[in-house]
């Protein structure tokens, strides 16, 4: 909780100006609070929550620079840990948000039984954002349409409802 609201209710900044510096010094203080296993420390939900999406890709390429690897392989000390699970999905998803919800839609729709709500979520908030990005990192991992494999899923007037917003009657 005290990741995720500030997340949703801070105000950003939208543009694209980046302070290189303040990527650089960042960059440093997550890794020192990463390497301590300070997940939950308010300087890495301070960086997280306040800065533009430039601004964090910025800092994000510079960990990746100075360090060596992407942050995500540094956040992956222990799988079965929630918060660390979080913290790798929201910076996933400020890093590649197409692959982010191709990854939702696909464990969605994987095995038996479909998880609409997840499928419905990723679709309808995506229709008019980037869903043209998530069918095509789609297809390309999965080597089937997006529009296939939920027709294949989903029946009804719920897989008409989806197949239109993925822009397929």
Known sequence: MQLLVPLVSAYRYDGPEVNTRLAHSEAKIL????????????????????????????????????????????????????YLKTLRAIIRCLTCPDRYFEKVVRQAI????????????????????????IKEAYQKRNSVPLERAVAGDTSGDYESMLLALLGQE
């Open 31 to 82: 890794h020192e609070k990463i390497h301590h296993k300070a997940y939950s420390d308010d300087e890495i939900i301070r960086i997280l929550t306040t800065w533009s999406k430039a601004q964090l890709l910025a800092t994000f390429n510079y960990y990746n620079d100075a360090f060596g690897h992407p942050i995500n392989k540094d956040l992956k000390a222990d799988p079965k840990d929630e």
């Open 110 to 133: 994987a095995g038996l039984g479909t998880d609409e709500s997840s499928l419905t979520r990723v679709i309808t908030t995506r229709a008019e954002v980037d869903l043209k990005h």
